[in-house]
């Protein structure tokens, strides 16, 4: 039964993802593609004068139509409904005051490679002139000689009619003038990536900025429609946030850990080796608990300094001046607690210095490193009594040996 079963094919056509619910998932995309040309003072709208648009410093506006055909769908053939709504719905932003004719760009921006004679005609013509022939041109697709108005689709008839209207011309000539065709030769979202990639953020860091900077625009969009407020991103605010994400990601780049917490196994073998980190909190009355978490970061870290070491993501040199780092630190940290904490016990003492170095952050010249590997570290560092926690842990660790091995 399996062989006779002939592979059934997935018409995009049929499938529950339409035309319109992408074109509402791009806006938000199409606000950084946008947001990535702008300049001091620019503003990038989300349906506001048209679905998304850019208002300049000087006033000037760009009122973008964004068009999406997941499907076979030709959104600027001569005969597309979405064509004539579009240019229709311009005349009436312009004589209602919304849009300065004069002042405008009027943009149709297509995620398919398509195009028709008519948006090819209009985008081509640059001056009033040519405007006007190429509104008189076009004419002749829908309308006789004698000015009789050939059989066209009622899904479009009126905005045509509107548009070719002789008392409408001097206004549509204007909009053609002013009209732009862009489009995607590619995958809309390589699109957008590209342009995002030739913004000369650092090859090492470009992947998690546009990440980041895709979801802070989602969030931002997110809090205007909660909040009832237009959708609109400021170039400022955007490049303030880019700027936080590059310094960041460019300074602080994070390490990510690769290890796994131990096992009950492991911890008891651990516990059955006697390390001497684990005695260097023995000696300062820490609990069943706290050796175990101890235990947890030192098996990670070692576990994260290999795999890291392996990947090439840190150098043997990084890991030696990281702990050069992590030596000062507690070396600081013990002479603040023995001056402030004279007067507790060696065993308080030598807890709140522990307590202390796991507390500050330590980062590895100009990364983050997690919590547990720069614990662990402190305890390897323990470990060979580079360090230590009770104020005369050397004597301490020395003359418990002495007893073992009486």
């Known amino acids: 039964m399996k062989k006779e079963r002939a592979e059934k094919k997935i018409n995009i056509e049929n499938t529950h993802v339409p035309d319109k619910v992408y074109a509402f998932m791009i806006q938000s995309h199409h606000m950084l593609y946008e947001l990535l040309d702008c300049k001091k003072g620019d503003i990038v709208s989300l349906e506001v004068f048209d679905d998304v648009g850019v208002e300049h410093e000087d006033g ?87 000015g009789k108005q050939k059989d066209i689709g009622n899904e479009y008839k009126d905005f045509l009619t509107y548009f070719y209207d002789t008392k409408n011309k001097a206004l549509a000539c204007k909009i053609i003038q002013k009209f732009e065709l862009k489009k995607c030769i590619d995958n809309y979202s390589e699109e957008v990536r590209k342009k995002f990639d030739d913004a000369n953020v650092p090859l090492d860091i470009r992947e998690p900025i546009y990440a980041a900077i895709v979801g802070w625009i989602d969030l931002q969009l997110t809090k205007m429609v909660e909040a009832g407020k237009p959708i609109a991103i400021t170039f400022e605010n955007y490049q303030k946030e880019l700027n936080a994400l590059y310094r960041e990601f460019n300074q602080k780049h994070s390490l990510m850990s690769y290890s796994s917490k131990p096992g009950d196994r492991e911890i008891d073998s651990e516990f059955r080796k006697q390390r001497t980190y684990i005695e260097q909190l023995n000696i300062i009355d820490c609990d069943y608990t706290e050796k175990v978490e101890a235990i947890n970061d030192y098996l990670q870290a070692a576990s994260d300094r290999t795999i890291w070491a392996e990947k090439g993501d840190v150098s043997l040199y990084s890991i030696q001046t990281y702990e050069e780092k992590l030596k000062r630190s507690w070396n600081l940290e013990k002479r603040i607690v023995l001056l402030e904490k004279k007067d507790d016990t060696p065993e308080d003492q030598g807890k709140m210095i522990y307590y202390k170095c796991q507390e500050k952050k330590v980062d590895m010249d100009a990364l983050y490193v997690p919590d547990s590997f720069q614990n662990g570290c402190f305890h390897s560092l323990s470990d060979n009594l580079e360090i230590g926690w009770h104020p005369d842990y050397k004597a301490k660790i020395e003359g418990k040996d002495k007893k073992d091995n009486e």
């Open 60 to 146: 000037s506006k760009d009122a973008i139509q964004v068009k999406s055909a997941l499907s076979n769908r030709n959104p600027v053939s001569n005969r597309s409904v979405d064509l004539w709504k579009t240019l229709y719905n311009w005349m009436i932003a312009v004589e209602s005051n919304e849009l300065d004719a004069e002042r405008s760009k009027f943009i149709i921006f297509i995620t398919v490679n398509k195009a028709g004679p008519i948006v090819k005609a209009f985008h081509e013509a640059c001056s009033l002139d040519m405007a006007e022939k190429a509104w008189e041109d076009t004419r002749k697709n829908f309308y006789e000689d004698s």
